[in-house]
Nanobody
């Protein structure tokens, strides 16, 4: 079983925010990780994903939604069991509940069904 805990915040438009997600997993490096978001009255959507990596290497192929490409960066720190979503040039339309997700096998990075474990979600508010 994997537990995921995210934290968010409030930021002004054009500002930056870094979201952490801490995983309780014995082998964090064997998890593929992703971020999704859900705005009011909208469906949950893919934001970014990062692949598995070696224990001593915190890299891996990354994937991004077109709406965030060039503004958001996903990264992982295997030593701290943490994945981060660095969000720059934030816009009011980025306001949503952001969810961290993880999977051990059969990863489909852009699909909700591609993940087995989910965090509770954290609110991100971008004020104009």
């Amino acid at each position: 079983q994997v537990q995921l805990v995210e934290s968010g915040g409030v930021v002004q438009a054009a500002g930056s925010l870094r979201l952490p997600c801490v995983a309780s997993a014995r082998t964090f490096s064997s998890l593929a990780m992703g971020w999704f978001r859900q705005a009011p009255a909208k469906e949950r959507e893919f934001v970014a994903g990062i692949s598995w990596s070696g224990v001593s290497w915190s890299g891996g192929p990354t994937y991004y939604a077109d709406s965030v490409k060039g503004r958001f960066t996903i990264s992982r720190d295997n030593a701290k069991n943490t994945v981060h979503l660095q969000m720059n040039s934030l816009k009011p339309e980025d306001t949503a509940v952001y969810y961290c997700a993880a999977v051990t096998t059969h990863w489909d990075p852009r699909r909700i069904s591609g993940y087995d474990y989910w965090g509770q979600g954290t609110q991100v508010t971008v004020s104009s």
